[in-house]
DNA sequence: TATAAAAATTGTATAATATTCAATTATTTA
DNA sequence: TAAATAATTGAATATTATACAATTTTTATA
């Protein structure tokens, strides 16, 4: 056996897929050349960052979501966004965002269970000076990624 | 003009992409055959829900984007995830959850501006029942969909 | 408002890619 | 340990994306 589910899985989190020029033609009843025009023009303005999978994520392993509100340490509180970056590194990671308010940041992640976010919060809280958080663990994920899970 | 482009995006925000079969197969050094028949299978038992495209939101008059926290109305508290499905079929939702703690739950919004949101947050208020909503504004989108977005 | 330049649409031809199928190998089950 | 099931693979075929040139539409400018 070869493992190439999770090799799979990983490449699909960010990247590996295509648009299906031929099945939108059909679909918005417009020739495939103006389809594939108008994608190529999207991509070339960067307004498509990329295509990708959306999974169920408990079925991958990754049932476990929890929404991250953040203070940071005051050494830490002039820059939000280096810190962000870091933090978007680790591929748990959703999402991450600078935002208004009582917090700094709001970090979406995803874990396999409650052991594997206790240790990823451990380790955060150190590395990347988070003063305070606000956990909230999700019971049920009803939309991810603008996809209905059911 | 036709306006492909704005059915594109909507087309695009959740699905109408597939893998790519032969890049993954070079990438990871496979036959194409099995990677295709790895795929399948994922597909197959719903661990993969979808393949879409992930935009850079500011690009597509989308780029106002905020996190709601959500208390629910007495009447509506024994059923928060009813009422997050309703939440979820608003095409500016990228995700809604149940979840633990002070509030029920949680919703990732994006909108053109700070109009466009005032004028769904007055809505949503009196359709759903909001009892109390906190919001986070995001001033930076540092990672999203699993895709950092620099 | 006429005209030139640029951008967008489209059909045809071709290149690239996914998919089917049958054979083989590996793994699981009883 | 044999039989059944699942996974891997190569060759053939079907489907789809892409390149290209021609045409139409839109925009810019005088």
């Known amino acids: 056996m070869k493992d190439i589910r999770s090799r799979l ?16 033609a059909k679909k918005i009843k417009e020739p495939a050349t103006t389809i594939h025009y108008n994608i190529k023009k999207l991509e070339k303005e960067e307004a498509i960052k990329t295509y ?16 991250i509100l953040v203070n940071l340490i005051q050494e830490n509180y002039a820059e939000p966004e280096k810190i962000a970056k870091e933090i978007a590194k680790d591929s748990r990671v959703e999402s991450v965002d ?6 700094e940041l709001i970090i979406k992640l995803r874990c396999k269970n409650i052991d594997e976010y ?3 919060a451990k380790e955060a809280i150190k590395k990347y000076g988070f003063a305070k958080t ?11 990624e603008f996809v209905e899970l059911n």
Do not use: H, M, N, W
């Open 9 to 24: 899985i990983k490449l699909f989190k960010q990247g590996y897929c295509t648009p299906q020029i031929a099945r939108i």
């Open 52 to 67: 990708k999978a959306v999974f169920d994520y408990k079925k991958i392993e990754e049932g476990y979501c929890i929404y």
């Open 98 to 103: 600078v935002v208004t308010g009582d917090y």
């Open 118 to 120: 206790y240790e990823y």
């Open 134 to 144: 606000i956990s909230l663990t999700s019971l049920k994920q009803v939309k991810t």
